[in-house]
C-alpha cells in the first residue's frame, strides 16, 4: 500500500512539474511574441503603416515559426493574437494559436521567422476564431507594404482580410501567405488562463486578460489603439 501511495505521489509531482514547466514556455512565448510586436510596431522605417494597424481587427505573432523538414515548403509554429473589443476601447487578451504547413513565400534567410499577420475585417475575424483557419484559402491573404508612410490606400491592401509579414535575420518584409492552417491551442489558452476557453470565448466574452499578458496588452494598446 505504501509503495503505491509513494508511487501515485511522485507521479503526481512529477505530473505537476510538467505542468509548470509547459506554463513556463507559454509565457516565455508570449513574452517573445510581445517583444517582436513592439519592435515592428516601432521600427522607424521598415515597421508596418500605421494606417494599417489602426485599422486592423485583430493582430497574430507567430515568433520563431519553423520550416517543416517533413514536406516541402512547410511551416510549423505557436503564437497568440488580440482583436479590438467590440465594447469598449482596447484590445482583447491573447489567445493561442498553432501554425501548421502551408507556404509562406519567398524565404528571406534562416529556418526561422518571426510572422505577423494583420486582419483586416470582421469577416476575417470571424474565420480566425473559428477552431481551425485557412490562410490564403478562406483569408485571402496578401503580402503586406512595409514604411512607416508606405502608401496603404490601394484596392489591394482595403480588400484583403489578411495582411502578412515576416522577419528573419533583421530582414522585414511583406510576405505571401497560401495553404497555411491557423488551430486554436486550448491547452495554452487554459494554462494561460487557469480554466477551459476556446478563442472565440477570449475574444467575445472580452476575457480579462491574465498578469502573465501585461506587456503584450501594453503594446497594442500603446501603438495600435485607434478603432479602424
Not at 69 to 81: E, H, L, P, T, V
Request: charged share 25%.
Amino acid at each position: 500500500m505504501r509503495k503505491k501511495f509513494a508511487r501515485a505521489a511522485l507521479l503526481s509531482v512529477l505530473w505537476a512539474g510538467f505542468l509548470h514547466a509547459g506554463k513556463t514556455r507559454d509565457i516565455e512565448r508570449l513574452s517573445r511574441s510581445a517583444s517582436v510586436l513592439q519592435e515592428i510596431l516601432t521600427a522607424p522605417d521598415r515597421g508596418i503603416p500605421q494606417d494599417l494597424i489602426d485599422k486592423a481587427q485583430c493582430v497574430v505573432v507567430v515568433p520563431g515559426l519553423k520550416k517543416a523538414a517533413f514536406f516541402f515548403g512547410g511551416k510549423y509554429g505557436r503564437g497568440y493574437f488580440s482583436c479590438r473589443k467590440v465594447t469598449g476601447a482596447g484590445w482583447t487578451g491573447p489567445a493561442a494559436v498553432r501554425v501548421e504547413g502551408g507556404s509562406f513565400g519567398i524565404q528571406i534567410g534562416g529556418s526561422e521567422t518571426d510572422t505577423v499577420l494583420l486582419i483586416m475585417n470582421r469577416r476575417g475575424m470571424d474565420r480566425l476564431l473559428s477552431s481551425k483557419f485557412t490562410v490564403g484559402g478562406e483569408g485571402e491573404a496578401t503580402a503586406g507594404p512595409v514604411g512607416r508612410t508606405a502608401d496603404a490606400q490601394t484596392d489591394a491592401f482595403m480588400t484583403a482580410k489578411i495582411l502578412a509579414y515576416s522577419r528573419s535575420r533583421g530582414i522585414f518584409g511583406g510576405v505571401s501567405v497560401s495553404g497555411a492552417t491557423l488551430r486554436q491551442d486550448l491547452d495554452v489558452n487554459e494554462a494561460l488562463y487557469g480554466k477551459d476557453l476556446t478563442n472565440r470565448q477570449i475574444v467575445e466574452r472580452q476575457i480579462p486578460a491574465p498578469a502573465e499578458a501585461r506587456e503584450w496588452t501594453t503594446i497594442l494598446n500603446k501603438y495600435s489603439s485607434r478603432k479602424g
